[in-house]
């Protein structure tokens, strides 16, 4: 069942960021270049792109866990 109130956006970077864009691109050229399989560009791109989110996520809410603006250790339903 869906919760009543809104949640606050996942640790990912936005669509348009540049960031993203660089990891993406990263991921492409190591699989291109045989220097990655397929899964780790994957997962390489999965994990640089969290980890922007989360710093773009930190300065958008200093503070919270994630984005929104719950601060830390403030218990979630």
Not at 8 to 17: E, T
Not at 44 to 51: E, I, R
Request: glycine share 8%; proline share 14%; hydrophobic share 35%.
């Amino acid at each position: 069942m869906p919760s009543p109130s809104p949640m606050p956006s996942p640790p990912f970077p936005s669509p348009d960021s540049a960031v993203l864009r660089v990891v993406v691109e990263k991921a492409i050229q190591a699989l291109r270049s045989g220097e990655a399989s397929a899964e780790e560009a994957i997962l390489d791109a999965a994990v640089h792109g969290w980890y922007e989110g989360h710093i773009q996520g930190e300065d958008a809410c200093p503070g919270c866990t994630f984005r929104g603006k719950l601060p830390k250790n403030e218990p979630r339903d």
